[in-house]
Each structure stands twice: as structure tokens, then as C-alpha cells.
């Protein structure tokens, strides 16, 4: 393989200059779980206008593109079901492997581990200072040794890369969703806004477990959670899924390529936003907004979720 962990980093931090977040030391509240029915949601087949008026410069015009009727899980896919599929099969992570095999690579970063977003100390400090490659960071020790998912199992996994994300979808027997199912779903029932306030319901209250404080060293968690959240906590959209927008990025098996944008490591499009977005920084909790994810690294705030095969849609 010829690619540089470096590089590989550095479009990590890219996507980190882009997607601000929030402490190592973050603590999530007791809530363990939020009353939510597992499985799938038909998302009915149709014509949308996908993408918008470049409200972020990454985004696309706006297309009528046709999708056909598919299921999408109901949530993203949780440390519990992560952890199911790695009993029946012995599957390790790319941050659990490391990247030894990759005589280019730093042998300082050649441990295994991830990138975690650490909130900084100083307001000066630089973006790039608050990712940081955490050794023994994974899906089960997500801020690093010492922590752990014991009570987070209902909570999405995070620390999984593209094909990681793939290796679970295959064993179920899914697929990731491309980037229009995805939008289909987020968008479907609802007005298109280019606000870039987080995603709010009727009466006010936080729809999508985002950021909130001064970015990105004081996260009041005004929602409840300064990092990842139970899936299921901020109700449903109007198919009945829940936490498209916030919580956790989202894989999709688009290649960002598609978008005409240039990264320097294949990368493919993130959807969603997560809970280290905030108006102030990144705001990508719209349906229409998108970012590139490096396909061998994942983040304490990348997840996925999957659909059912198109074969067996109908
Ligand atoms: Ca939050």
C-alpha cells in the first residue's frame, strides 16, 4: 500500500479543522438507553431534490435524483450489535490491528489505536491540536485504555472505518446506504432549510444530539450528552428513524470522489453531522451537507448504520 500515514492524518485533520468536538474526559450522562424499537424503516421510493444552494462549500447543487423504495435501520447501528457481530466472528477493527503492515508509516503511529478528539486548555491552541492519535483507542475503549463502552452499549459505535463498517453490514446481511438513500430518509417529510442553527422540535427542544457552548473548549450539553448519545434519545423523523442528523457521522458507500472534490486519500462521503457539531463550527446537521471520511481511519464520532440489500427491497 503506498499511502502515507501522514497524509492519512492530515486528512483526518482536515476533517477535524471542519468538525469540531469536545473532551477526552467527556462523561455522558446515566442514561443508559432511550425507549426505541430495533429493526428497519421502509423509506418510500421517489423523486427528491437532493443537495442545496452550496449553503456549505462542499455541498451540491440542487438535483432532482430518483431513489427507489428501501429499509435503513431504525437507528445507528449500537456498541451492542457492533459487539454481537465481533462474538460470531472474531472481526478486529483497523484500530484494534494497527498499521504495522505499512513499513511508511511512523512507528509511532503504527500502534494500534484511533484518533480522539481532545477539547483544548487554551483558546489559542491550534485545530490541529485537538485530534489526537490515541494508542489503544478503538470501538471498545473509545477515549483510549481505561475507558470503556460498559455503559454505552446502546450507544452507535464509533472508531470504525469504511470497511469496518462494511465487514458488520456484510455479516448482516446489509449494505451501507448510498448517498441519496441517506438524504432520501433524512429528508423525507420535511421542509428543506438552509438554517444552520441544530435541528430544534416544535416546542423548542434539541432534535439531534449536537454541541452547545463556547466551541470548542466548553460544551454546556444544554441536550443532555457532550458526547455520543443513546440512539433514540431525540425522537424520531417523520419515517420513524432516528438520529440521522447529530450524534454520529455517518458512512455511506459513496466514494467522495463522485462529489468532484479532490482528496488526498480515498475517501467516502460522511452524512449527519455529529454531537461535536454547533452553529458556530461545521453546522453539518442538515440533510444536504456532507463530508469526506478517510476510508482506513475512524474518529469517536464516526458511526453508520445500514440498509437492506436492493434484491431483497421489495
Ligand atoms: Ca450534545
Known amino acids: ?92 477493527t483497523q484500530a484494534e490491528r494497527g498499521w504495522a503492515d505499512r513499513p511508511q508509516v511512523p512507528a509511532a503511529l503504527q500502534a494500534p489505536g484511533s484518533v480522539v478528539f481532545r477539547a483544548p486548555s487554551q483558546p489559542a491552541a491550534p485545530a490541529d491540536s485537538w485530534w489526537v492519535f490515541t494508542p489503544g483507542a478503538n470501538w471498545h475503549h473509545p477515549e483510549g485504555p481505561g475507558s470503556s463502552i460498559a455503559q454505552r452499549l446502546q450507544h452507535p459505535v464509533v472508531h470504525v472505518t469504511y470497511d469496518d463498517a462494511l465487514a458488520y453490514a456484510h455479516w448482516a446481511g446489509r449494505e451501507l446506504p448510498t448517498e441519496a438513500q441517506w438524504e432520501r430518509a433524512a429528508r423525507y417529510g420535511t421542509a428543506p432549510t438552509a438554517m444552520l442553527e441544530p435541528p430544534r422540535k416544535a416546542d423548542g427542544s434539541f432534535a439531534a444530539n449536537t454541541f452547545q457552548g463556547d466551541f470548542p473548549r466548553h460544551n454546556t450539553a444544554a441536550d443532555g450528552y457532550v458526547g455520543t448519545a443513546p440512539v433514540g434519545c431525540f425522537g424520531a423523523n417523520p419515517l420513524g428513524l432516528y438520529d440521522l442528523l447529530g450524534n454520529v457521522w455517518e458512512w455511506t458507500r459513496d466514494s467522495y470522489a463522485a462529489t468532484g472534490v479532490a482528496t488526498a486519500e480515498p475517501a467516502r462521503i460522511l452524512k449527519g453531522g455529529s454531537y461535536l457539531c454547533t452553529e458556530h463550527f461545521c453546522a453539518r446537521y442538515r440533510p444536504a451537507a456532507r463530508q469526506p471520511g478517510t476510508e482506513d481511519l475512524g474518529t469517536s464520532h464516526i458511526g453508520f448504520r445500514t440498509v437492506r440489500p436492493r434484491r431483497a427491497a421489495h
Not at 8 to 22: E, H, K, Q
Open 1 to 92: 500500500m503506498s499511502r502515507s500515514f501522514p497524509l492519512l492524518l492530515s486528512v483526518l485533520l482536515v476533517l477535524g479543522l471542519a468538525i469540531p468536538g469536545t473532551a477526552i474526559a467527556a462523561v455522558n450522562t446515566p442514561v443508559v438507553a432511550c425507549p426505541v424499537s430495533p429493526g428497519e424503516v421502509r423509506v418510500p421510493g421517489g423523486r427528491f431534490a437532493m443537495g442545496m444552494d452550496r449553503v456549505l462549500p462542499e455541498e451540491s447543487r440542487p438535483r432532482e435524483v430518483d431513489v427507489p423504495s428501501f429499509f435503513m435501520d431504525r437507528t445507528e447501528v449500537t456498541n451492542a450489535q457492533f459487539a454481537a457481530f465481533v462474538k460470531a466472528t472474531g472481526y478486529r
